[in-house]
């Protein structure tokens, strides 16, 4: 048999289990390994898991602490499609920095989303972010285009 350098495995280790209880000689015998007294030396011992001794786990003292926020959460600049009708002429580019100016929102820091709340007349032209699925149908029923911004 012919042993390469990419068919050596390592050899298989045999370690024989741990058997307690089985006199003073093997060094697991008396106790076993458990120590003298207490909670973890009796069968059936120990706590259950999040168990902090008496204490409140923490997963009871989270909520007290103002709760848990995602960091990861994507905050968007939300803007509905009523919001739009009656501003932009038929034919208008809506962009976030044209929402800036009107006085839609403060600044362009956040990314802009379209949500489909209302009816377009007008056919506009929109970049933004995001887009619904409501707003998407809507955009180009009116005969307007969308354009994604990255």
Known sequence: ?????HTIRP?????KRKRVGRGD??????????????QNSRSGGGVRPGFEGGQLPII???????GFRNRFKILYNVVNLDTLSGVYPSGGD????SLVEIGVFKNTKRPLKILGRGNLKASLNISANKFSAAARSKIEA???S???VE
């Open 1 to 5: 048999m012919k042993f390469d350098q």
């Open 60 to 66: 009871k003292r989270l909520p007290s602490l103002r």
């Open 11 to 15: 050899v298989k280790t045999k370690k």
């Open 94 to 97: 809506v962009t976030p920095e």
């Open 146 to 148: 969308i354009q994604v």
């Open 25 to 38: 000689a093997s060094g697991f015998g008396s106790f076993s390994g458990r120590g003298m007294k207490g």
């Open 142 to 144: 009116a005969g307007g």
